[in-house]
């Protein structure tokens, strides 16, 4: 089966904090995504990995930054965490060379930012 | 440009109506890929179907079926007899064949009354 799992499944941070958040997949899947979901407005891409130390900007990634150093691990920084950055984060995976893959999810983790 | 609507927001119906759920997708690509996953309030993805857009075929898995039809650029999902484990926010979901990027709609929130 499938597994991507993301280590906290709870965090309430700090306002000014930095803020890790950690995914990994035992698939052995190169792409890896964030999500970040918000009511009303679904889930928006923020950033998105094909290889190792690879990523892209996705379609809001201002105020985040990633980290790919493991095939199996994608990890989400938010530098300096602000209370518009409360939400729900996705991590997901999906296999190898681009082609309609279907991507997996992890089951998410949800952050405050007080 | 790729987009994906959901406009249906939130539907409520009795145990073991049958529901549909529409999804209407715009793009310039002419290979591309649909999904339906399923939100349940645990929080975690469940892919349910990929549609590659060569494929119209519609498809039946028990009490899902989906009906894929590029003239009107649609990707309809019926739950026939519902019930109540169906509760969920349902996502549909577009990738292009060239980077797998995925855009989701907004989603439906489905309620289902015993």
């Known amino acids: 089966d499938v597994k991507v799992t993301q280590s906290s499944r709870y965090l309430v941070k700090r306002t000014g904090e930095k803020v890790f958040l950690e995914c990994v997949q035992d698939?052995?899947?190169?792409?890896m995504f964030w999500y970040r979901q918000d009511p009303g407005l679904g889930l928006r891409l923020i950033y998105f990995?094909?290889?190792?130390?690879?990523?892209e900007k996705g379609d809001i990634p201002e105020g985040y930054s990633v980290s790919r150093e493991k095939k199996e691990r994608f990890s989400l920084i938010l530098e300096s965490a602000s209370t518009n950055q409360t939400s729900m984060y996705l991590c997901?995976?999906?296999?190898?060379?681009?082609?309609?893959?279907?991507?997996?999810f992890g089951e998410g983790s949800w952050l405050t930012v007080v | 440009a790729q987009k994906v609507t959901q406009a249906q927001t939130e539907i409520s119906v009795v145990e073991k109506e049958d529901v549909t759920l529409d999804c209407v997708y715009e793009?310039?690509?002419?290979?591309?890929?649909l999904f339906w996953y399923k939100q349940p309030p645990s929080g975690e993805l469940v892919f349910l179907i990929r549609?590659?857009?060569?494929?119209?075929q519609n498809e039946i898995s028990g009490r899902y079926s989906w009906n894929f039809q590029k003239s009107t650029s649609s990707f309809n999902f019926t739950i026939t007899a519902s019930q109540v484990v169906d509760s969920a926010v349902y996502f549909c979901?577009?990738?292009?064949?060239?980077?797998?990027?995925?855009?989701f709609g907004k989603g439906t929130r489905l309620h289902i009354l015993p």
């Open positions: 997901a995976s999906s296999l190898g060379i681009p082609s309609g893959n279907t991507i997996y």
């Open positions: 698939m052995d899947h190169e792409n």
């Open positions: 990995s094909y290889d190792v130390k690879m990523k």
């Open positions: 793009t310039r690509d002419t290979t591309y890929y």
């Open positions: 549609r590659n857009s060569f494929d119209e």
């Open positions: 979901a577009l990738s292009r064949r060239r980077d797998d990027k995925i855009i």
